[in-house]
């Protein structure tokens, strides 16, 4: 079995910054693909930012240029750093890993909340 752990979510003024982190332990080969989703109040779930094991980082054009995902494979961590933070991130943001353990499984955290107010 595999855990994801976030932390680092809260309450930040627009134009503030916020650093979120997860952990992954568990049974773990590897991890492949992890990232952060985010889902605003009443909305879908949507993709903010992922990154491979190898460092190539994908991001959502809303989030481009403000936001920076990391991770550390040593560790099975993945951060995402939020800079310039508007109103309308305000989500519970999401950490998710593509773990490979016997076969590739998915796995998602817990959630943590994000609030940006005006």
């Known amino acids: 079995q595999v855990q994801l752990v976030e932390s680092g979510g809260g309450l930040v003024q627009a134009g503030g910054s916020l650093r979120l982190s997860c952990a992954a332990s568990?049974?773990?080969?590897?991890?492949?693909?992890m990232g952060w989703f985010r889902q605003p109040p009443g909305k879908q779930r949507e993709l903010v930012a992922t990154?491979?094991?190898?460092?190539?980082?994908n991001y959502a054009a809303t989030v481009k240029g403000r936001f920076t995902i990391s991770r550390d494979n040593a560790k099975n961590t993945v951060s995402l750093q939020m800079n310039s933070l508007k109103p309308d991130d305000t989500a519970v943001y999401y950490c998710?890993?593509?773990?490979?353990?016997?076969?590739?499984?998915?796995?998602w955290g817990q959630g943590t909340q994000v609030t940006v107010s005006s």
């Open positions: 990154i491979s094991s190898g460092g190539s980082t």
């Open positions: 568990g049974s773990i080969f590897s991890i492949n693909l």
């Open positions: 998710n890993a593509a773990v490979v353990a016997g076969g590739i499984y998915t796995y």
